[in-house]
């Protein structure tokens, strides 16, 4: 596609749900990242996948939360036992691959996912 | 650890110059980055520097970069109303991956 896309844009659930958030990279890309962003804060980095494996996963805040790339390109962040703490906007991003030139590796945010969990 | 910090706010009017400041605090070679934010829109990557530059002009825009200080300027000449938006700084630590983002600074044109 031209860009990056998150589905869904927005996800109501209830305290204790499961949700997955879904993202679409821009094709070719082989590099995918997760971030969280809290309301009036930056985003924080979640996890990096070069391909289809997790390369780091140190942002991840705890257990309940998962992130999968099966195929190299659509990527699900899986969030288990919601907390409302866990209201933010998910968002993703892409880049051609990952690593230190700058020129491969800007990377090209999707609109996000706002999750607000009651 | 890394931490990237900004001011919150910026009101200009229309025509005027902006000035949006960012302090980082990482102490290795690092790209740093320029990302607007609009309502409903993702990340809109702005420009970037290398560390070893001091300066890059691209258009409107203009990044000072003060390697001493650690101190990171973006400059928007003859800001418009559509500039309005929220301005997060990033750094990159060379050899990483990950973007670390200042907190944003919201950016309000007044006409």
């Known amino acids: 596609g031209a860009g990056v896309s998150q589905t869904p844009s927005n996800k109501v659930t209830e305290k204790g749900k499961y949700v997955e958030l879904r993202c679409d990279p821009i094709s070719g890309h082989t590099a995918l990242y997760w971030y969280r962003q809290s309301l009036g804060q930056g985003p924080e980095f979640l996890i990096y996948?070069?391909?289809?494996?997790?390369?780091?996963d140190s942002g991840l805040p705890n257990d309940r939360f998962f992130a999968v790339r099966p195929e190299g390109s659509v990527s699900t962040l899986k969030i288990q036992r919601t907390e409302r703490g866990d209201s933010a906007v998910y968002l993703c991003?892409?880049?051609?691959?990952?690593?230190?030139?700058?020129?491969?590796?800007?990377?090209?945010f999707g609109p996000g996912t706002r999750l607000t969990v009651l | 650890g890394e931490d990237v910090e900004q001011s919150l706010f910026l009101s200009v009017r229309e025509g005027d110059s902006s000035v949006i400041n960012c302090t980082y605090t990482d102490s290795s070679s690092t790209y740093l980055y320029w990302y607007k934010q609009e309502p409903g829109a993702g990340l809109q990557l702005l420009t970037y520097?290398?560390?070893?530059?001091d300066m890059k002009q691209d258009q409107r825009l203009t990044v000072l970069l003060n390697k001493k200080d650690k101190h990171l300027s973006l400059r928007i000449a003859d800001t418009q109303t559509g500039d309005s938006a929220i301005y997060f700084c990033?750094?990159?630590?060379?050899?990483?991956?990950?973007?670390?983002f200042g907190t944003g600074t919201r950016l309000k044109v007044l006409a």
């Open positions: 990033a750094e990159r630590p060379l050899g990483t991956y990950k973007y670390i």
């Open positions: 996948f070069q391909g289809t494996g997790a390369a780091d």
């Open positions: 520097i290398f560390s070893n530059m």
């Open positions: 991003a892409s880049s051609l691959r990952g690593g230190g030139n700058i020129l491969h590796n800007e990377q090209f």
